[in-house]
């Protein structure tokens, strides 16, 4: 066996918090049998397979790089990775594509000692596979070929890819100098702030990204770190207002209960979490947090996130606004609607919560109720002013919700965007950069929606891009220099996003209208049953079965309207289209906008009036954004006894001016979709990799229960299997290891 580097005495890495540790129960796993996650149909004869392959192969010999193993196949592989992992050692090579077993435990593999052995690798080979040196490798090309290059983590939800990232940018902030000198530290110190809006506890992981993230680190023709950018893409906003079983919400509603001062909580109307609808889950009525511990610890993630927003720039006003906000989140999803009793329209049950609201935001109080009660609508280009629905009121309460927070969300990113430029090194266009991409991994819960899809539907992508790079450009290459080769198979996931994207989910030019004679995707179709005021989420499963039924990758559950399956490249999955085309509508009716762009907080105001980009975030728009200018200045006025009937009335005076109700489904002005945010967002970070030379590590996940030294063969099996691992190292092993353009061979 290789000899794993490590050191003796070495101080405990300090890259991340012991949350490892978390000794907290974490949610029920029982729905997440490690078996379920084999590729159906392959579970027995590979589980027998594998009990046989385990002897065969105890003897192998452990391996810096897999592609150089003597005896390669899938058996094999899995039993050197397995061997490693028992010695603690985490991180394989296949050629250029680092492997990465999560340990879920600390290691002591990161600290300044890995720093300084992992600078200026002149021999692979004479260390153990680290992370570090793929990032100094990606470090070293950009210097020596001034092309950007780009680092691309993946693997399941919960495999490590945003430690992974974490460890990428600070092994770079050692390798490479600043133009400033405390840049370096911003860049690594912004995690936590972005980890507290934008992560929240799953089923598979207590931490798990709830948006995409591509970080880019700009450097100056000598090398020297200038500035960093991290582009955020698909916050899942859908969060903020529903929590599927044994899920939290995003960390920092669960901070602010556990962190802010009794006092200061009351000056935000905030006082038991559990009075809040979307804090509370079936399974946690006794309280939202897992206990003493886990109070604590979100207690001091509060006093840390705090530090940063002051580190970073925020003013005690902008920490205010922030608050604000989200207490203008927690109250307004705390809404409830009722029928009238004549059943036009509906009346708010009680108008605390309203009263808050309008309070929080600064907003009048009878528009907003109003405008929670009407909607506006235009028919025969003339607007009506129209009476919501049970079901209408509803969608548009919790589409309040989504909206502030995401666009919070956004603004925090563009402040934390806005400390990490160096300023006086002018533009950072034309400059070189390494970009490291870290998307929510692939999800398989028992309970999946549009979220999942779309998640998934970008780890097609992601693969589909990995594919083309690793195996489908090496041997076009081959084949056009005339070099003697035989084709390696691989399984190539083409087919599942023409499925989902059409044509051009593979690259080619988006059509506007769609071709004549070309079968319709599933997102094309989600947009059309979007915009039509009579479809349903049952009619849209209708539709696709109409379209796409005969589809390899895609079939009907019996006996369940909503159910559909779909097979993707890492797995089966069952989706439920309940709620789809609510929430890729994701619409704010025009009059609430309209009455939160009104708001006299000037924050509030900017907050709402900026236009998203066609990525559907506001981080990187130009509008202007007054930050915390306006002193927040609530809790003082709202009273429990200020209960009234102010929506009784304002109901009543809809109905006396003759407001007609809205034909069921009616739909406002289009608007734009999430699938189309969320192709749009494809597209960018496709032509951001495609400009790019990439590195890949790959994530793994050993067990489905974040417990350390557990491995398990199947799930192990899965990820190694349709990652193409098997044939990334035949290809790594009959290829050639360098490639170097002959402009580039001669300069050197
Ligand atoms: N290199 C590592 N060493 C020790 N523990 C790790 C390492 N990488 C990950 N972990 C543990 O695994 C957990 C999950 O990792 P991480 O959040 O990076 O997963 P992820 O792939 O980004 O998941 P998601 O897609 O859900 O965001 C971490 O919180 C940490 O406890």
Known sequence: MNKNVRFQGEPTPDYYEPEIDYEEPVPDYDNYDDNDNMPLGATAAAAQDTGTLRQMSRSADTEHDLSAMENLNEASILRVLEERFSHDVIQTYIGDVLIVINPYKKLDLYGERYHEMYKFVNRRADLEPHIYWTVDHA???????????????????????????????????????????????????????????????????????????????????????????????????????????????????????????????????????????????????????????????????????????????????????????????????????????????????????????????????????????????????????????????????????????????????????????????????????????????????????????????????????????????????????????????????????????????????????????????????????????????????????????THQHFRLLDGDELAFIISHFADEVLYNASNFLEKNRDRLGNNLMNVLQKSENDFIKDLFKAELTDTGVLSRTKSRIRSGSTRVQCGRSVRRRDRGSISTDTVRRLKTRGKRQLPSGAVQKAQTTVSQHFRTSLDELMKKMNNAQPLFVRCIKPNNHQEPDKWKDNLVQRQLQYSGVLQIAKIARLGYPVRMAFSNFYKR
């Not at 020596?144 to 974490?166: M, P, R, W, Y």
């Not at 000056?267 to 038991?272: A, I, Q, S, V």
């Not at 808050?356 to 907003?363: G, H, K, P, Q």
């Not at 402040?415 to 300023?423: E, K, P, W």
Request: aromatic share 10%; with cysteine; charged share 25%.
């Open 139 to 549: 470090y070293r090309r950009m210097v020596d070929s001034t092309a950007n290059q780009v680092i691309l983590i993946s693997g399941e939800s919960g495999a490590g890819k945003t430690e992974s990232t974490k460890l990428v940018v600070k092994h770079l902030t050692h390798i490479c100098q600043s133009t400033v000198s405390d840049l370096h530290d911003r860049i690594v110190k912004v995690n936590p702030l972005l980890e507290a809006f934008g992560n929240a506890q799953t089923v598979m992981n207590h931490n798990s990204s709830r948006f995409g993230k591509f970080v880019e680190l700009v450097f100056n023709g000598n090398g020297q770190m200038k500035g960093a950018c991290i582009y955020d893409y698909l916050l899942e906003k859908s969060r903020v207002v529903h929590l599927g079983p044994h899920e939290r919400n995003f960390h920092v509603f669960y901070y602010m209960f556990a962190g802010m001062p009794a006092e200061t909580l009351r000056y935000y109307y905030l006082e038991d979490p559990m009075a809040h609808r979307i804090l509370k889950s079936e399974d946690n009525q006794k309280g939202v947090f897992f206990g003493e511990y886990d109070k604590e610890r979100c207690a001091q993630m509060f006093h840390d996130m705090e530090s940063i927003m002051e580190e970073v720039g925020f003013t005690k006003d902008d920490i205010a606004t922030v608050y604000t906000c989200l207490a203008a989140v927690l109250f307004i999803t705390n809404v409830e609607f009722q029928p009238e009793d004549d059943d036009i329209g509906v009346i708010i049950m009680d108008d605390y919560p309203v009263n808050i609201v309008a309070d929080l935001l600064t907003i009048d109080i009878s528009k907003l109720t109003t405008a929670l009660l009407s909607r506006t609508c235009v028919v025969n280009d003339e607007d009506i002013v129209a009476l919501k629905t049970l079901e209408q009121a509803n969608d548009e309460r919790d589409a309040i919700a989504k909206s502030l927070y995401s666009r919070l969300f956004g603004w925090i990113v563009r402040q934390v965007n806005t400390n990490l430029m160096d300023t006086s090194q002018g533009s950072l266009s034309g400059s070189n950069t390494i970009g490291i991409l870290d998307l929510s991994g692939f999800e398989n819960f028992s309970d999946n929606s549009f979220e999942q899809l779309c998640i998934n539907v970008a780890n097609e992508k992601l693969q589909y891009f990995f594919n083309t790079f690793i195996f489908a450009t090496e041997q076009a290459i081959y084949a056009e220099e005339g070099i003697d080769w035989s084709q390696i198979e691989f399984r190539n996931n083409e087919d599942i996003l023409r499925l989902f994207l059409g044509e051009e989910g593979v690259g080619q030019t988006r059509h506007k209208k769609m071709a004549f004679g070309r079968q319709p995707d599933m997102f094309t179709i989600i947009d059309d049953e979007s915009k039509s005021p009579r479809a349903t989420d049952a009619s849209l499963v209708l539709n696709w079965n109409k379209n796409i039924g």
